[in-house]
């Protein structure tokens, strides 16, 4: 079973849901300050998904406690919110899954906690500009190498690694499909090809020292084995006919620095 082709109905769905996880990342732009806890983010993030009648799918999901994904600094992915203040100079990356109408929709962006570090700026910057540059060759017809060959390239032009052990995934009536990895490095020309109507999230994991990480003891907690900072962006992508829709898109990033790469 490889990413499975959606019908119109399940795409409009998956795209409900994915809209839903966008605007609360947008929410957050507000919110997240200098002595704010990850716990009282996710209890925010719990509310605005359930008053609308959703479900958040991180909770519970084989045994993750919290609502929502926090990852501050050294922290690769998989955060568990807690009750460390953020303070000046943190990135943070929160993921957010929703469900709603039995459908999916991941996404998650970085945020700065007061004014970064030219290093968090730049890691950040050009992390996103992986997945945007991944997210713009999609096609029908090309293949899963090409995806991760050029999140690879751009990273390691940037003297960053990509961690390895994470990857994107089909989603829809499930949140992560068996059998639908889109690694983020590897060779072009290698892979499955895409096919129009394949929903899957593109995630890259970029650290600013080695590749390698570290699970902590809490069973959750990635962080890079060389405590060096890494970052993550997330989208939810649908392959169109001619191309690919970005199903979690912000308005943020419509107007933003990004602009020229989404026309
Ligand atoms: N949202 C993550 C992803 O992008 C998965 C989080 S699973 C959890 O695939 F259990 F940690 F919440
Ligand atoms: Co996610
Ligand atoms: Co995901």
Redesign the pocket.
């Known amino acids: 079973m490889a990413i499975q082709i959606k019908s119109t109905t399940e795409i409009a769905k998956i795209r409900y849901a994915s809209q839903c996880s966008a605007e609360i990342l947008t929410m957050l732009n507000d919110v997240i300050k200098p002595g704010i806890t990850t716990i009282e983010l996710d209890t925010i993030c719990h509310q605005h998904i359930v008053e609308r009648g959703n479900i958040p ?3 519970n ?4 406690p ?1 609502s ?2 926090t990852s501050v600094n050294h922290v690769v ?2 955060g ?1 919110p807690g009750s460390k203040k953020l303070k000046k100079g943190d990135i943070i990356n929160v ?3 929703i469900k709603a109408d039995g459908y999916h929709g ?1 996404t ?1 962006k970085m945020y700065f906690v007061g004014q970064p570090t030219p290093l968090a700026k730049r890691l950040v910057t050009v992390t996103q500009e992986c997945l945007y540059q991944a997210i713009q060759i999609v096609k029908p017809g090309i293949r899963l190498g090409d995806i991760g060959f050029t999140i690879q390239r751009h990273a390691e032009k940037n003297h960053y690694s990509v961690v390895r052990e ?1 990857c ?2 089909g989603i829809g009536r499930l ?2 499909e068996p059998n639908s990895d889109i690694l983020h490095y590897g060779r072009a020309n290698t892979g499955s090809t895409l096919e129009e109507g394949m929903v899957f ?1 593109i ?1 890259p994991m970029i650290n600013a020292g080695h590749h390698a990480i570290k699970l902590l003891s809490d069973g ?1 907690t990635v962080v890079t084995k060389d405590r060096q900072l890494s970052a993550q962006w ?1 989208h939810t992508i649908l392959v169109t006919k001619t191309g690919y829709e970005i199903l979690s898109l912000r308005e943020e990033e419509k107007q933003g620095t990004f602009h020229s790469l989404l026309t």
């Open positions: 799918a991180c909770l999901y084989h045994g993750f919290k929502i994904c992915c998989h568990i993921d957010i899954t991941d998650s994470y994107g995934h949140f992560h999230t995630e959750w997330e």
